[in-house]
């Protein structure tokens, strides 16, 4: 080749070497690279905006995979049946792509893609947000020890067991009628039997305001709310007057033995303790209609549900039978203290009231076993439980006596009015009739 031809040939090389990076400038220009099929390894992309890469073909490309993003193949990390937790995917894709996303790995959006899958808790959680949650185990009746069909709406044998809350100090004192006797609570009020005014008289729990005295019949005594009725044993009557507990309306009264005294609900029917027929008369509670009545001790006064069973105190005895609920029949008789008048249940013990021994006696309700007896104030009536502990009314003392329930500790003696007698629980205070000032007391 001659010397003019080499020049040529180098000229030529030359302007081909220009050519090529005019175009490779302009394709840098346009942020973008069209890949061949295997570009080869160490490729970096130096475009700013757009897609870092951009691959025209369907055909599986070399070395070019998301392993990077949790140290898995490509195939694995799309197979449907990958699971990662939320937050390692987040981190990964996050520092792998920094402005890119996951998107186009599996055809999922990236915020699901990192909330795919079940998720399961232990221990106290704090969730905060809008939280959709399915698959909860649990019906709430631990909460009560009761069947989860009876939760909703108004729980029938809640309100029979009288079980709520634990409760608080208060100190209030509230005008009632003439010497008060017995104490319900409805859910929302406080309804106090007036012995010497043949009436009832309704008070909001929250604040004792009066709403109303409503007349039922002669010596009101014992009170027991059905959760929607209340129920009133007119001892001077030998009937009980059902009330309507919105508003009051009297709905019948029923006649029952004599002298009715002590009431009680069983979730179903009401019963009554008669003192001078020495029975207990049984009540539908939807229609007062008469279901039986059943001999118990001499002088029988308070009465109480355990769940399963009646348990009558009888004054004139020194004793209580429990009766089956459901057919009255007598389980037996045991022996308590002197002249015995209140009675209630813990949720497995039955505390009695005994007026003449100034103790109260604790018996296992499943059989009756004496558990002992704790010496409260001078002659004890009333008796409520409030979930943890016992009161007891001192109607010669005028004060309450709190004894932990679990092992008849005293936890102290509280002033209240003059001869308290009834007691009752509204879920966070107790409340007490005194009988001799015409008052309740909010404790």
């Given at each position: 080749m001659t010397r003019v031809s080499r020049k040529w040939v180098l000229v030529l090389l030359v302007l081909l070497v220009w050519v090529a990076g005019e175009v490779g400038l302009?394709?840098?220009?346009?942020?973008?690279?069209?890949?061949?099929?295997?570009?080869?390894?160490?490729?970096?992309?130096?475009?700013?905006?757009?897609?870092?890469?951009?691959?025209?073909?369907?055909?599986?490309?070399?070395?070019?995979?998301?392993?990077?993003?949790?140290?898995?193949?490509?195939?694995?990390?799309?197979?449907?049946?990958?699971?990662?937790?939320?937050?390692?995917?987040?981190?990964?894709?996050?520092?792998?792509?920094?402005?890119?996303?996951?998107?186009?790995?599996?055809?999922?959006?990236?915020?699901?893609?990192?909330?795919l899958g079940a998720n399961s808790f232990s221990g106290d959680q704090t969730v905060s947000g809008n939280v959709n949650a399915t698959g909860f185990v649990g019906d709430g009746s631990g909460l009560t020890n009761i069947q989860s069909s009876q939760i909703a709406g108004p729980n029938p044998l809640q309100i029979a067991l009288l079980r709520w809350y634990e409760a608080s100090q208060n100190g209030a004192s509230f005008a009632v009628g003439s010497a008060p006797f017995g104490v319900a609570f409805d859910g929302a009020n406080i309804w106090v039997a007036n012995s010497g005014g043949n009436n009832v008289t309704k008070l909001p729990a929250s604040d004792g305001a009066n709403l109303g005295t409503f007349a039922v019949g002669d010596s009101p005594q014992g009170v027991a709310f059905d959760g929607a009725n209340i129920w009133v044993a007119n001892s001077g009557s030998n009937t009980v007057t059902k009330l309507r507990a919105s508003d009051g309306a009297t709905l019948g009264a029923f006649g029952v033995g004599s002298a009715p005294f002590g009431v009680a609900f069983d979730g179903a029917n009401i019963w009554v303790a008669n003192q001078l027929s020495a029975t207990v008369t049984k009540l539908?509670?939807?229609?007062?209609?008469?279901?039986?009545?059943?001999?118990?001790?001499?002088?029988?006064?308070?009465?109480?549900?355990?769940?399963?069973?009646?348990?009558?105190?009888?004054?004139?005895?020194?004793?209580?039978?429990?009766?089956?609920?459901?057919?009255?029949?007598?389980?037996?008789?045991?022996?308590?203290?002197?002249?015995?008048?209140?009675?209630?249940?813990?949720?497995?013990?039955?505390?009695?009231?005994?007026?003449?021994?100034?103790?109260?006696?604790?018996?296992?309700?499943?059989?009756?076993?004496?558990?002992?007896?704790?010496?409260?104030?001078?002659?004890?009536?009333?008796?409520?439980?409030?979930?943890?502990?016992?009161?007891?009314?001192?109607?010669?003392?005028?004060?309450?006596?709190?004894?932990?329930?679990?092992?008849?500790?005293?936890?102290?003696?509280?002033?209240?009015?003059?001869?308290?007698?009834?007691?009752?629980?509204?879920?966070?205070?107790?409340?007490?009739?005194?009988?001799?000032?015409?008052?309740?007391?909010?404790?």
């Open positions: 302009e394709a840098y220009k346009a942020n973008k690279f069209v890949a061949t099929v295997n570009p080869g390894p160490g490729f970096i992309s130096q475009a700013t905006s757009g897609p870092p890469l951009q691959v025209a073909s369907s055909a599986v490309v070399a070395n070019l995979n998301a392993d990077l993003l949790d140290g898995l193949s490509s195939a694995a990390f799309a197979a449907a049946a990958h699971t990662h937790p939320g937050s390692d995917i987040l981190s990964a894709v996050a520092q792998a792509l920094n402005a890119a996303n996951a998107d186009t790995l599996d055809g999922l959006d990236s915020s699901a893609f990192a909330t539908r509670a939807s229609d007062g209609a008469n279901l039986g009545t059943f001999a118990v001790g001499d002088s029988p006064q308070g009465v109480a549900f355990d769940g399963a069973n009646i348990w009558v105190a009888n004054n004139g005895s020194g004793n209580v039978t429990k009766l089956r609920a459901s057919d009255g029949a007598n389980l037996g008789t045991f022996g308590v203290g002197s002249a015995p008048f209140g009675v209630a249940f813990d949720g497995a013990n039955i505390w009695v009231a005994n007026f003449g021994s100034g103790n109260v006696t604790k018996l296992r309700a499943s059989d009756g076993a004496n558990l002992g007896a704790f010496g409260v104030g001078s002659a004890p009536f009333g008796v409520a439980f409030d979930g943890a502990n016992i009161w007891v009314a001192n109607f010669g003392s005028g004060t309450v006596t709190k004894l932990r329930a679990s092992d008849g500790a005293n936890l102290g003696t509280f002033a209240v009015g003059s001869f308290p007698l009834g007691v009752a629980f509204d879920g966070a205070n107790i409340w007490v009739a005194n009988n001799g000032s015409d008052t309740v007391s909010k404790l």
